[in-house]
């Protein structure tokens, strides 16, 4: 509907394709996407396909990574629609789950549509053999994923891994380590260690933004935790207040349980009176717990069966994942993935692919800009290809007879840019004269 409204009223795609958009029939897009989806493996496969020639594309490379979208209602009809975990926060909305095989350069070779309730950890071996993931390729995956079963079933299979390690130990060694500069000009500090059975290479990076917020957390936490103890402690000298040791020891627990990891830093000791009944005092002291996010704030650790490779190559290669975060901001923000309003599993499937065919061919469009230095995101290029509108002014002959001459405005140097990076005529359409 939202597309429907788009083409009718505020597009110039159909003077461009001279086609009367203003006339379409709503019902005519969706026996369009029922259409699509008739044809999408074939669609997906060709379109990739046509993208890896034109781009010269490498296929040495795989990211591997789900996003979900949520309804606006019930969606009852769907069986696909589950709740689970939203990474909107919409968790009280019916989910769906999107896969997507990705190749380097953030182009999507090929998608799937799971259940809202989908285990990440599940998917992995059905999207890389149904999805032809290249034999051998270097699979990029983020840390759900990377479970010990699935490292394994890679290995297996002849698949090469990078992905964030699971372990929850954080060691990282500054003496050892050699500086790299990310892309937004942070200085990364890396150290490469072989594993001791040799069958793996493990990446132990600091990263200083990182550490930066990774502090700012733990410090609220723990701020938090220290209220919730003062809390407890204050209220053994109300005569209301909670004094049995198994209650007080219930809500210490809870409070360690919402204190996400904080509580492990803290040594809480309850002191009774004589018969062991009653609580007297409440104290704690803080003992932080080596090789943690409050001693090692900003340490992480990438770890792969890719032996070959340097410590530079393995980080940058890795640092291709935060693009694939890009690809489903896109698709979500800029590309209207969420949320769903369709009530029927092949219409809300639909809406899915055709944000995914969408994705294509605007990454078509910003892969021929990176060319030419403009590394804009689709929302800025569109503010700059919205300020050109086409116009119609109207003449009365002197035979009587009215000339109407419709064409665009002459286009802002930013926009000139844009059409020079792209090979386009300047005044797109041309110039359209008609006698009434």
């Not at 989910?95 to 380097?104: A, E, I, S, Y």
């Not at 394994?152 to 050892?176: K, N, P, Q, T």
């Not at 300047?426 to 009434?436: A, C, F, R, T, Y």
Request: one cysteine or more.
């Amino acid at each position: 509907m939202a597309a429907h409204r788009w083409l009718t009223g505020t597009s110039g795609l159909g003077d461009l394709l001279e086609v009367d958009l203003a006339a379409l029939p709503l019902s005519r897009l969706y026996r369009a996407s029922d259409l699509l989806m008739k044809h999408r493996e074939e669609i997906e496969t060709r379109l990739f396909a046509r993208i890896e020639t034109l781009f010269a594309l490498e296929a040495s490379v795989t990211l591997y990574d789900l996003t979900n979208t949520y309804f606006e209602g019930a969606a009852a009809a769907n069986p696909k629609a589950a709740r689970g975990r939203s990474k909107e926060k919409r968790s009280d909305c019916p989910l769906l789950t999107l896969g997507v095989v990705c190749d380097g350069s953030g182009f999507i070779r090929r998608s799937r549509v799971f259940a809202g309730n989908a285990l990440e950890c599940r998917t992995l071996e059905g999207m890389l053999i149904g999805l032809a993931a290249p034999a051998g390729a270097l699979v990029i995956m983020d840390r759900g994923i990377a479970t010990v079963a699935n490292l394994a079933w890679l290995a297996e299979h002849g698949y090469r891994y990078l992905v964030v390690s699971r372990e929850r130990e954080r060691r990282f060694d500054a003496d050892e380590a050699i500086d790299l500069v990310s892309a937004g000009e942070e200085t990364i500090q890396v150290v490469r260690e072989l594993s001791e059975d040799a069958l793996e290479v493990r990446l132990h990076c600091h990263s200083p933004g990182r550490a930066q917020k990774e502090t700012g957390i733990m410090e609220r936490f723990c701020t938090r935790f220290e209220a919730g103890l003062t809390k407890l402690a204050n209220g053994l000298t109300t005569p209301r207040g909670e004094k049995r040791p198994d209650r007080l020891q219930e809500r210490i627990g809870r409070l360690k349980a919402a204190s996400r990891g904080a509580g492990q830093h803290y040594t809480v000791t309850l002191e009774t009176d004589a018969l062991g009944k009653a609580v007297t005092a409440l104290r704690w002291e803080k003992t932080p717990v080596p090789g943690t996010m409050l001693t090692d704030p900003g340490v992480y650790c990438l770890r792969s069966n890719e032996l070959s490779w340097d410590a530079t190559r393995l980080w940058r290669t890795y640092m291709m994942l935060t693009d694939l975060e890009a690809v489903f901001r896109s698709l979500k923000g800029e590309l209207g993935l969420r949320p769903i309003f369709h009530s029927k599993e092949e219409r809300s499937d639909g809406h899915l692919f055709i944000s995914v065919l969408a994705y294509q061919f605007v990454q078509t469009i910003r892969q021929r800009l990176r060319a030419h230095g403009i590394h804009d995101s689709w929302a800025s290029l569109r503010e700059v290809l919205a300020v050109q509108p086409r116009v119609t002014a109207s003449f009365v002959q002197k035979d009587g007879r009215t000339l109407h001459v419709r064409k665009p405005t002459r286009p802002e140097p930013d926009l000139v840019r844009l059409y020079d990076a792209l090979g386009l005529a300047h005044p797109p359409g041309g110039v359209q004269k008609l006698i009434s």
